[in-house]
């Protein structure tokens, strides 16, 4: 057996510490990387708000409603004599639909032209008599003073009787024509809940009838907060109903309440609808569309610029090269861009791509 030199077992120590000499630097130079500072700057591109009045399009339900709509209800207490309508029929203004029947008040009447027949009798006597005195007092010491003062008073007294009597009349008068009751304008019978001999009156909460204006017809829609202020006087809408399908009807805004309704967040618009043809029988289910645009240009943004989070909604903004949450509000949508508002004005430099992971306060670049 051969014994290894001195010189060989040193060359192979020698080797053995080369060895781990260059793995230990090999070790120290990959945690010297992995310890060197990274780069916290981010490149991002942005986009400035555009301001803008575009028309949209806004799809609502609606309802179609009679122009006008009334109950019956008797004015006077009595018997129903007669009902010359029922329910579908066309009647006119004025004309009658139900007779009712009250003696009493025939009777109240009747008693009350008597008395003014007998005081107007009265009267007449009482001018005569003091027509004539006075004449008479023209003669000196004809007639006594008191004797013409008596006969002025009777007369004025007469006629003051005559005047309550008169009205008196004319209430019993009222009353009887209250017998009578008659359309308060064109249209249908709706609903007919009495009939011949029923009694009426006396805080009776059923309506004897009740009558529709059809040949005009509100279509009313609710539209919502945040396009209350997008329609304007004048405006068109085209809709449809479900008993007409395929047939598109138009009208024009009429009228529309300023106050928002404080349950539903939203303001009603009433648009009048010509049905003098009769094609619509009013109560119908309405789609609407309606041509809609903002009072006042209002900014956008692409829609990947919008992040909807837990925390809320909100664009990323680079100010002097960071990032700061800015909160808004969501508009309408149209195609890729999205109407916003908040604190933001045209200048400013928003993410086009915004998103969740970049923090507030961290520095960009933009490209």
């Known amino acids: ?12 120590m020698l080797s053995v510490v080369i060895t781990v000499l260059a793995a230990s630097c090999g070790e120290k130079q990959k945690e010297n990387k992995e310890k060197a500072p990274k780069d916290k700057t981010t490149s991002v591109k942005v986009v400035h708000p555009t301001a803008d009045r575009p028309t949209y399009v806004l799809e609502l339900p609606g309802e179609l409603k009679p122009y006008e709509e009334v109950s019956l209800f008797p004015k006077v207490k009595g018997f129903v004599k007669t009902v010359l309508v029922d329910r579908g029929s066309v009647v006119k203004k004025g004309q009658l639909l139900v007779r009712l029947d009250a003696p009493e008040l025939t009777a109240q009447y009747q008693s009350s032209r008597s008395d003014e027949n007998k005081l107007r009798e009265e009267l007449t006597y009482s001018r005569q008599a003091y027509e004539r005195l006075r ?14 003062d008596r006969a002025r008073s009777k007369y004025r007294s ?14 019993s008068g009222q009353l009887r024509d209250y017998l009578r009751i008659t359309a308060p304008f064109n249209g249908v019978v709706t609903s007919r809940n009495v009939s011949a001999g029923a009694l009426v009156g006396d805080n009776i909460q059923t309506p004897l009838l009740s009558i529709a204006q059809t040949e005009r017809l509100r279509l009313t829609v609710a539209i919502p907060e945040k396009h209350a202020r997008s329609i304007a006087t004048g405006s068109k809408v085209s809709f449809t109903v479900s008993d007409h399908p395929g047939k598109v009807l138009s009208a024009t ?17 009433e648009f009048d609808v010509d049905n003098s043809s009769g094609e619509l029988g009013g109560g119908e289910y309405a789609q609407v569309k309606l041509q809609m645009k903002r009072p006042a240009p209002s900014l956008w943004l692409p829609s990947t610029s919008v992040v909807s989070a837990q925390s809320g909604v909100f664009v990323l903004r680079a100010n002097d090269d960071i990032l700061e949450r800015v909160p808004v509000k969501l508009g309408i949508r149209k195609g890729e861009l999205q109407e916003v508002f908040g604190e933001l ?23």
């Open 1 to 12: 057996m051969k014994i290894p030199s001195f010189k060989n077992i040193h060359l192979c």
């Open 135 to 148: 004449k008479a007092s023209l003669k000196t010491g004809s007639v006594a003073e008191i004797e013409l």
């Open 253 to 269: 805004l009429s009228r529309m309440s300023s106050f928002l309704d404080q349950s539903s967040r939203s303001i009603t618009a």
């Open 345 to 367: 004005t045209k200048t400013d430099k928003i993410l086009i791509k915004g998103t969740e992971e970049l923090e507030e306060g961290k520095k960009v670049k933009i490209q």
């Open 158 to 171: 007469d006629s003051s009787a005559l005047s309550a009597a008169f009205s008196k009349t004319g209430v």
